[in-house]
Nanobody
């Protein structure tokens, strides 16, 4: 089992920055990958970025060069630094964790709202 708690969402103007945090209830070394997904109204949930236990990262094309995923192993926390935010980045952002080898289990946080608006 993994509990995930997101924080850091809010309202920001276009061009601004936010940092989201995802705190896990267990060591992130034991988690295959932690990712950030987002879902805008009327749209499907999509992957924004993820990071593996080995430190490899992956980004959606729409956020490359603007968002950075990182982790603090001591705090069991993964961050998503979002810069140069655009109106189209507005969505509920969810943290996701994949655990297991032969059988993989997927866990989700409750989500945090990010609104980019002038």
């Amino acid at each position: 089992q993994v509990q995930l708690v997101e924080s850091g969402g809010g309202l920001v103007q276009p061009g601004g920055s936010l940092r989201l945090s995802c705190a896990a209830s267990r060591s992130i070394f034991s988690i295959n990958a932690i990712g950030w997904y987002r879902q805008a109204p009327g749209k499907q949930r999509e992957l924004v970025a993820d990071i593996t236990s080995g430190g490899s990262t992956n980004y959606a094309d729409s956020v490359k060069g603007r968002f950075t995923i990182s982790r603090d192993n001591a705090k069991n926390t993964v961050y998503l630094q979002m810069n140069s935010l655009k109106v189209e980045d507005t969505a509920v952002y969810y943290c996701n964790a994949v655990v297991g080898i032969r059988i993989q289990y997927v866990y989700w946080g409750q989500g945090t709202q990010v609104t980019v608006s002038s």
